[in-house]
């Protein structure tokens, strides 16, 4: 919004209201890409001044009445896909279930399956040896895990898509911290101990 005072010596100015309607809306925009600009003013003769002022007040919206009926469609649109293809998940990839998990008689090292909706199954490694080493910590040593560290093990765990790999690099570091305090070592953190491991590991380049 602009608020404008324009002073000037006769009641009618033609180069003013020239200037003016180009802030004029002309039909509440016609076209889906125009903004809509709404202009009002009042002239009156200032006694102190001698002169005439005429106040404007322009306000402008990016969001205009067919810009918004168009955005509504495409995004109603969008919405109702999105929907449509979340029914279409099994419910044990919607929701978190037993059958979301990883049977204890699986016949495997791991199971892979899609993306689930429920953001924090595709975290649970994470949160999951983050409690181990909490609970661990406090059992042993009655201190509380350091935040700096949790947000250390989150931040390694999203620098790989291979969550098995990275499951297997947190048992062995927490076997070698049972043995000794010091696994990490002098000036090296939990996320360059874990990329030098995972460097070391990792298949063909893939993790």
């Known amino acids: 919004m602009s608020i404008l005072a324009y002073v000037h010596e006769f009641e009618h100015v033609q ?23 709404i202009s009002v003013w009042k002239t009156f003769f200032v006694q102190k001044l001698g002169r005439y002022v005429t106040v404007v007040i322009i ?28 029914e279409e998940y099994s419910d044990h990839l919607k ?19 899609p993306v689930h909706c429920e953001q924090l199954v595709d975290l649970s490694p994470a949160i999951h040896h983050i409690l181990h080493y909490r609970d661990w910590f406090l059992g042993t040593h ?50 360059g101990h874990f990329l030098c491991w995972f460097t070391r590991h990792m298949v063909h380049g893939v993790g």
């Open 142 to 191: 009655q201190l509380k895990l350091s935040k700096y560290l949790v947000d250390e093990i989150i931040l390694s765990f999203s620098y790989t898509n291979n969550r098995y790999r990275f499951h297997l690099y947190c048992k062995e570091f927490f076997t070698k911290w049972k043995r000794n305090d010091k696994t990490i070592g002098a000036n090296l953190t939990f996320i």
């Open 15 to 37: 180069s003013f209201l020239d200037w003016l309607k180009a802030h004029f809306d002309g039909e509440n925009c016609p076209h889906q890409t125009w903004d809509v600009a």
């Open 95 to 113: 929701y978190v279930r037993e059958d979301t998990l990883c049977p204890t008689n699986y016949n495997g090292r791991y199971r892979v399956i």
């Open 59 to 86: 306000g402008n919206s990016r969001k205009s009445i067919s810009d918004s009926l168009h955005r509504k469609k495409g995004i109603g649109v969008a919405a109702a896909e999105v929907m449509k293809r979340f």
